[in-house]
């Protein structure tokens, strides 16, 4: 599985960006997968994750504020950033641990986008 994550950008306090996740390659929908983010000197850490079973877990410093969906139709995923914050400055890095392909359905080994740089100003 092959993912690229894309949207970051610079953006004031407040404001709002959507990042992408399109997987490539055999896959042709993702079940499971979320969104984590890493800032400097600091460890990655979970934003949002979308489960298979359909449940959600949110990191507690952006709970209300993200909103994570997947376009199976584009193979894409997307997560929803409103009321961004300066502490929300980080790259923003997508996983896929679950999907189906024509090759059948996986879940359990995770696939890692490039991530995309996010930077809130104050």
């Known amino acids: 599985v092959q993912l690229q994550a894309s949207g970051g950008g610079l953006v004031q306090a407040g404001g709002s960006l959507r990042l992408s996740c399109a997987a490539s390659?055999?896959?042709?929908?993702?079940?499971?997968m979320g969104w984590y983010r890493q800032a400097p000197g600091k460890e990655r850490e979970l934003v949002v994750a979308?489960?298979?079973?359909?449940?959600?877990n949110y990191g507690s410093s952006v709970k209300g504020r993200v909103t994570i969906s997947i376009d199976n139709h584009k193979k894409t995923a997307y997560l929803q950033m409103n009321n961004l914050k300066p502490e929300d400055t980080a790259v923003y890095y997508c996983?896929?641990?679950?999907?189906?392909?024509?090759?059948?359905?996986?879940?359990?080994?995770?696939?890692w986008g490039q991530g995309t740089q996010v930077t809130v100003s104050s």
């Open positions: 996983k896929v641990w679950g999907y189906c392909s024509s090759h059948g359905c996986y879940e359990g080994n995770d696939n």
């Open positions: 390659g055999s896959i042709f929908s993702i079940n499971a």
């Open positions: 979308l489960n298979s079973g359909g449940s959600t």
